[in-house]
Each structure stands twice: as structure tokens, then as C-alpha cells.
């Protein structure tokens, strides 16, 4: 059954700006948001330490996610921050093993669904970051990759009650899975739209098999990796490709806007 899903498009602005710029970059973004009233959903993934003061200034229009949030609801763990913290300032949610942290920060398959587990729990939303390296790739490991990775850090949440990945929000799923070649990010080498069309595909059949075909239906799947306005229109009205994550081209809220209305055409 074919079931019409929101676009959701996500800015991740990574380690970059200081607190004046990315407050004005945002209120920029929000009121153009507001202003062409757009019908997908916009949402920016900012730094923690800027977090409180844009959730001040998001008036609902533009959706505040972090870029990372710990598997614990409180304790010691120097320098993390918990989902239970986002929550008490209105932070909807957050990323889930973004590249950069499986490449650096030693993310794995399990970590990442004990920080989905936290996040869904607290009724917040997870946009759950999966993707191949150009070695994988080569190699022909393209779907074992993707599987693996939905399919460990699923078992790893240990939430059993399939619903409570959905939440009650039709149009904003709690979970969002975010299909990043590693070898197309801050590259400029975008995949194109029939490689990206071939892993949403995959990661959509593993969805309804493990969800059963109408929830699995539901999750949003977005594209990232080297997506600008020039390039998004490839991406953006292929089947199973609901919105896209953004790093670079959301620097600029003027070309990120240009990129967010080409999706709601
Ligand atoms: C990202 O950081 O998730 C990303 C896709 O970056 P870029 O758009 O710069 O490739």
C-alpha cells in the first residue's frame, strides 16, 4: 500500500559558527521559513552548546535536533549530554551515528540504538545515520552494510513494541533513517540518483520486513551527501528518497532555503 509521506529536509551544521552567527543564521532561516510558508518539514542539527538559546527562537517553524545525545538518561559521563537534557529545552530530537562519529568517535551498530532506544523512549526522534565506505562499496558489500547496521542497532534498542518506533505523529515518524555514503560526504562526489535510489530501496524492504509493510511504510528515509540546490531535484521525487540531509549547503541559510523550496515543489 503506498502511503504519502512527509519531505523532511535536515541541516547538520556540524562544528561550525560561533553563538552570534548561528542565532542569526537561524532566525534568518526561520522567518524565510515562515514566509513561504513551505509544506515539507525544515529542520536544522546544531552544535549542543548553541542549543538552548535556538530553541528559544524556532517558533515551530524550523525542527531543533542535535547532533548527538548519550544512551543514558543521567550520570557519569563527562561531557555528554542526554536526551533527558535536550528534552527540557525543547530539542525534538537528534542525530544518531552520524559517519563522522562511527569514523571518529568509535560509534558502532549497538551504541547507536542504545541512544535510539533513549530518544524514542522520551517520545523524541532519531535520525538514524547508516551508510557504506567506498571500500564496502567495491566490494560489493553494499546491502550486508546496510542491513547490518538497521538491523543490529534495531535489536540493540531492545524496543519490542514496533509501534513505539513510529510515535503518534503521522507526518514526523520518531525514527528517521538518513542514507549517507560515507564516501559522498563533504566530498562533492554526490551519489547519484539511481545508487541513492538503489539503497533506499534496500533499506525500505529491510524496514517493512522488520516492521511488517504498513509501518514500515512510514519511516522517512532522506539522502545525504554532498546535496545542494543545484543537485536536490535529482533526488528529491524518486521513490523512497522523503527529504535529505544536508552538511555544507546548509551553511548559508540563504542557499539552504533554495534547497528546502526546491523540495516542496
Ligand atoms: C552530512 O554531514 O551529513 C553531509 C551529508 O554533509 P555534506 O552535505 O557536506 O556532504
Not at 8 to 21: E, P, Y
Not at 124 to 142: H, S
Request: charged residues 20%; proline residues 3%.
Amino acid at each position: 500500500m503506498e502511503i504519502k509521506r512527509k519531505k523532511l529536509v535536515i541541516g547538520n551544521w556540524k562544528m561550525f559558527k560561533d553563538a552570534v552567527q548561528a542565532s542569526a543564521d537561524f532566525e534568518n532561516l526561520s522567518d524565510s521559513v515562515t514566509e513561504k510558508n513551505l509544506s515539507i518539514e525544515v529542520g536544522i542539527a546544531a552544535p549542543s552548546i548553541f542549543l538552548a538559546d535556538l530553541a528559544r527562537k524556532t517558533r515551530n517553524t524550523v525542527s531543533l535536533f542535535a547532533q548527538n545525545a548519550h544512551w543514558a538518561e543521567e550520570g557519569a559521563f563527562t561531557g555528554e549530554v542526554s536526551p533527558t537534557m535536550l528534552k527540557s529545552i525543547h530539542v525534538l530530537g537528534s542525530l544518531v551515528a552520524h559517519s563522522e562519529r562511527r569514523q571518529m568517535f568509535a560509534e558502532t551498530n549497538q551504541t547507536a540504538g542504545g541512544r535510539i532506544s533513549a530518544l524514542l523512549n522520551l517520545g523524541m526522534r532519531a535520525i538514524y545515520c547508516v551508510g557504506e565506505t567506498l571500500v564496502e562499496r567495491e566490494k560489493g558489500l553494499l546491502k550486508e552494510i546496510l542491513i547490518s547496521q538497521l538491523e543490529q542497532a534495531f535489536i540493540a534498542t531492545k524496543i519490542r513494541n514496533s509501534q513505539s518506533f513510529i510515535g503518534s505523529d503521522p507526518n514526523k515518524p520518531l525514527l528517521s533513517i538518513a542514507y549517507e555514503p560515507v564516501w559522498a560526504i563533504g566530498t562533492g562526489k554526490a551519489a547519484s540518483a539511481v545508487e541513492a535510489q538503489e539503497a533506499h530501496t534496500i533499506i525500505r524492504n529491510f524496514l517493512q520486513s522488520y516492521f511488517g509493510e504498513e509501518l514500515g511504510n512510514r519511516f522517512q528515509i532522506l539522502y545525504g551527501g554532498s546535496v545542494k540546490a543545484s543537485n536536490v531535484n535529482e533526488y528529491i521525487n524518486c521513490p523512497n528518497i522523503d527529504g535529505a540531509l544536508v552538511g555544507g549547503a546548509s551553511l548559508v541559510p540563504k542557499d539552504f532555503l533554495e534547497l528546502c523550496m526546491k523540495c516542496a515543489n
